[in-house]
């Protein structure tokens, strides 16, 4: 798990705990006190949980941003950062296999991607019969990073990250801290689970 990533699942896990504890707290003090003490000392639990929540919020949004940031970073276009061997291989017909393996070795290489991310459009485009309507080409299949792929990937785990703090408020199956859907998005938040996979992809 990248550095931003595991930011967020920490803000997340730490208000997750938080959440437990001020719970727990609440009911014993609902054990322990007289009703109106008792609801003093809930308000003062909950409001502190208040700010709990906001501080992990924050953290999960300056992590985003952060990220942001660095995937603008790696984007930026830089012809020193050009690999010439690559570039000569790019002049013949790669199968798929051929060019993921250019596309694999250059995932740190923000203007390597960005050249390999034009070369795949303009070489599936140069592919498509005009006569047929054809959606995907042979090196679609391709996973090559870029910049927007990584800015969508960072929005879409910090959205997540913080609709999870905010779904543990409640008491059914679908939200609050006992959730077994919030304790999983709690628990394995960032990891593969098939259905972020090519997000993960974008940052990995």
């Not at 001020?22 to 003093?40: F, H, L, M, P």
């Not at 959730?179 to 993960?200: R, Y």
Request: hydrophobic share 35%; net charge negative.
């Amino acid at each position: 798990m990248n550095t931003y990533l595991q930011t967020m699942k920490n803000a997340l896990t730490s208000y997750y705990n938080a959440a437990q504890a001020c719970e727990e707290k609440a009911q014993e003090a609902r054990k322990i006190y007289q009703q109106d003490v008792a609801s003093g000392v809930v308000k003062k639990l909950f409001a502190q949980l208040q700010e709990n929540k906001a501080a992990a919020i924050n953290a999960i949004n300056d992590a985003r941003d952060k990220a942001i940031e660095a995937a603008y970073r790696w984007g930026t276009l830089d012809g020193s950062k050009i690999n010439d061997g690559d570039m000569k291989l790019l002049k013949f017909d790669l199968s798929p296999e051929q060019f993921e393996t250019i596309v694999q070795r250059s995932r740190d290489n923000g203007t390597m991607c960005f050249i390999l991310d034009q070369y795949a459009k303009k070489h599936d485009r140069d592919e498509a019969d005009p006569r047929e309507f054809r959606l995907l080409g042979r090196l679609s299949c391709v996973m090559i990073p870029t910049v927007e792929g990584k800015v969508n990937a960072y929005n879409s785990f910090a959205d997540s990250a913080i609709a999870s703090i905010h779904n543990m408020s409640g008491n059914d199956w679908e939200f609050g801290i006992n959730s077994p859907i919030t304790q999983e998005s709690v628990a394995h938040f960032g990891e593969p689970n098939g259905m972020n996979d090519d997000l993960l992809e974008m940052i990995s």
